[in-house]
């Protein structure tokens, strides 16, 4: 009588893969002796039906839980939530996403602070530009130029009502040159 091969797990056949030649598993069935047959088809029962005891526990088990849950008024809601809170946590508790958001948080004074100072130049700048003697000299000419046409406002003023009547002013003389051309 041949010694016993392994059973089970441990066999030391192989099983054919998917897609191995049709040929070759006929053979290794062919190669079995009756006795071993046998064996195997004993094995292939018994974990089948472990399989299905499994399974039946398996069902049992989620039915009490989902029983349990129903008590305590847990629905799927609230474990979605309850999932996405803990999810959030884990995430927000991982070295890389801390790293991230110092990071991050760095970035974002770095570019408030230029910003800031960009903003600050700027400012700077326009100022510089006002007290610079040609933009003094232009809003003296402004000012000269707005007491010969309005006359009756006294001269001063903020730099804004200074344009908008120089240019009503000059719009007023415009309108006055063409109805005297037309009059001729």
Not at 48 to 59: F, K, M, N, P, Y
């Amino acid at each position: 009588m041949e010694p016993p091969r392994d059973q089970g797990l441990l066999r030391s056949d192989s099983i054919p893969e998917v897609g191995e030649d049709v040929a070759a598993t006929v053979s290794m069935a062919e190669t079995l002796s009756e006795e071993e047959r046998d064996e195997l088809r004993k094995e292939l029962a018994k974990v089948e039906e472990e399989i299905q005891t499994l399974s039946q526990v398996l069902a049992a088990k989620e039915k009490h839980l989902a029983e349990i849950k129903r008590k305590l008024g847990i629905n799927s809601l609230q474990e979605l939530k309850q999932n996405i809170t803990k999810s959030w946590q884990d995430v927000t508790s991982t070295t890389a996403y801390k790293r991230t958001s110092e990071t991050l948080s760095q970035a974002g004074q770095k570019a408030s602070a230029a910003f800031s100072s960009v903003g600050s130049v700027i400012t700077k700048k326009f100022e510089d530009v006002r007290n610079s003697p040609t933009f003094k000299s232009f809003e003296e000419k402004v000012e000269n130029f707005k007491s010969k046409v309005g006359g009756s406002k006294p001269a001063g003023g903020d730099f804004g009502e200074v344009l908008n009547s120089a240019a009503n002013a000059s719009a007023t003389e415009t309108i006055a040159e063409q109805t005297e051309e037309e009059t001729h």
